[in-house]
């Protein structure tokens, strides 16, 4: 397959979603010192040190299987720049608070990533966190306004069953059928091991009593080295920044908005355990809050219970007392997955199968081996909150890895069919568009090749 059709499907990929990857090599955009302006599309510009943190961007995420020359990168750029121009001509409309929603879960990804925000915002070279911000809007504005774009250009667009069928064949007769990787579905039962209404109240008692020495004057923040079992609570001094649309637990937010500043809120309960919390700053739609978590200890004699029974379910499904799905119902104390039958949601994907080759390396060796219908041994697991449980897996299905056949695989290749048309109706958008918009390259640059007349020279 030629490299140039390696890079197109790669590049449409990288257009249009929305990656951390992709914005974290953006947020210096600002911060460079001016090194040329390779191309003017419209009002949007392209530096020449865009092409090279996009073509590093392509490289890593490929692998380093895809190597992109400098006049390639730019016209991808080009062609994003074309986009986004045009939208605003369009009128297209990307509300604030989208993009600040979207602002917000970036900055969580960052103070995950470097362990605290702070910590990310010196990495990247930014003043503070409102230069920050500033800049990830900026960049997730015009994602989300090339995505809708594409959107409006290729709404009408779709695919019947005789294209399909004719595409599919066109893949055939080049020998260029896909290869699709095993995927499964899998499903699950799952019982928590709940801690003792002993053990909640001696939890809740401590909060109380380190409550009433830190509102004597001992340090929220030692108090918080000392007992917290939150392994961020060192980092930055355990600070969070809060908004009603960041990605945090519920009750955390609702708690923090509900305080002034200074105070200390009385225990309260999540799925990660009892927490007490102090309000630090209040900046507007954001507060700036640190938490003291405790956790209740679960004892032994309630984990061996609670295996046992998971035990005791698994041997009555095998046994025909009762469906999968009926004990599910019954059973499941997992909130995810209870409701639709066990069935485990793909976080990356949003759907019900996970690639095989690329799950955790975990699960990948509980799974492996089984065949459609099987179950997993029940084994011990714990969440990011720290829930203890006792689980098993079903193998609901399995598609293991083959080369694309138009039956088994018509809703994948009618996906393929209708990406590839809409790629066309872009392409062609993008060449009618080209002629009357304003598009200064520079000199650095007249020597490439494009595919489009981005030149704008006569005859082509």
């Given amino acids: 397959m030629p490299q140039k059709t390696i890079i197109s499907k790669y590049t449409k990929i990288f257009i249009t979603a929305v990656l951390f990857a ?38 890593f995420k490929s692998e380093g299987k895809i190597k992109i020359s400098d006049c390639e990168m730019l016209e991808e750029l080009m062609e994003q720049k074309l986009l986004s121009h045009h939208a605003v001509i369009d009128s297209i409309t990307v509300l604030d608070t989208e993009v600040n929603s979207k602002v917000d879960r970036s900055i969580q990804f960052f103070a995950q990533e470097y362990g605290s925000i702070d910590k990310a915002i010196a990495a990247y070279g930014f003043n503070d966190l409102d230069d920050l911000k500033s800049e990830l809007f900026n960049v997730q504005k015009e994602n989300a306004l090339i995505e809708r774009e594409q959107q409006k250009i290729t709404e009408k667009v779709d695919v019947t069953p005789e294209e399909v069928r004719l595409y599919f064949n066109g893949l055939k007769e080049k020998g260029d059928l896909p290869e699709f990787t095993a995927e499964i579905e899998l499903a699950q039962i799952v019982l928590n091991a709940e801690p003792t209404e002993e053990e909640n109240n001696k939890v809740i008692a401590q909060l109380n ?45 609702e708690v923090s908005f509900s305080l002034e500043k200074n105070e200390i809120s009385e225990p309260f309960k999540t799925l990660f355990g009892y927490h007490i919390i102090q309000v630090h700053e209040i900046k507007g739609n ?11 200890e679960i004892p032994e004699s309630r984990l061996t219970e609670t295996r046992l029974k998971v035990e005791e379910i698994k041997n009555d499904i095998k046994a025909g007392k009762l469906t999968f799905e ?23 994907t949003g759907e019900t199968k996970f690639d095989l080759t690329r799950m955790d390396p975990a699960m990948y060796a509980r799974v492996n081996d089984l065949k459609k219908g099987e179950f997993t041994d029940v084994f011990y697991d714990e969440a990011r909150g720290g829930e203890k449980m006792y689980k098993f897996i079903l193998m609901k299905d399995r598609t293991d890895t083959h080369t694309a056949d138009l039956v088994d695989d018509y809703v994948k290749i009618q996906a393929l069919a209708l990406k590839k048309k809409k790629e066309e109706v ?35």
């Fill in 22 to 59: 992709v914005t974290s090599l953006q947020l210096n955009a600002q911060k460079v010192k001016i090194d040329g302006v390779a191309v003017v599309i419209g009002k949007n510009i392209v530096l020449d040190s865009d092409i090279a943190k996009f073509k590093q961007e392509v490289e």
């Fill in 286 to 296: 954001t507060r700036v809050v640190s938490h003291i978590l405790l956790q209740p």
């Fill in 326 to 348: 009926e004990a599910v119902k019954k059973f499941s104390d997992d909130k995810d997955s209870k409701n639709n039958g066990g069935v485990i949601i793909n976080g990356y």
């Fill in 426 to 460: 872009i392409e062609k958008w993008s060449n009618d568009k080209i002629k009357d918009t304003y598009i200064k390259l520079s000199s650095d640059y007249k020597s490439c090749t494009f595919n489009k007349n981005w030149k704008k020279e006569t005859g082509k």
């Fill in 209 to 253: 009593e380190i409550r009433t020495e830190i509102l004597n004057g001992a340090s929220f923040r030692m108090k918080a080295i000392i007992n917290s079992k939150d392994p961020g609570v060192t980092q930055d001094g355990g600070r969070i920044q809060v908004t009603k649309e960041a990605n945090l637990i519920k009750e955390f937010k």
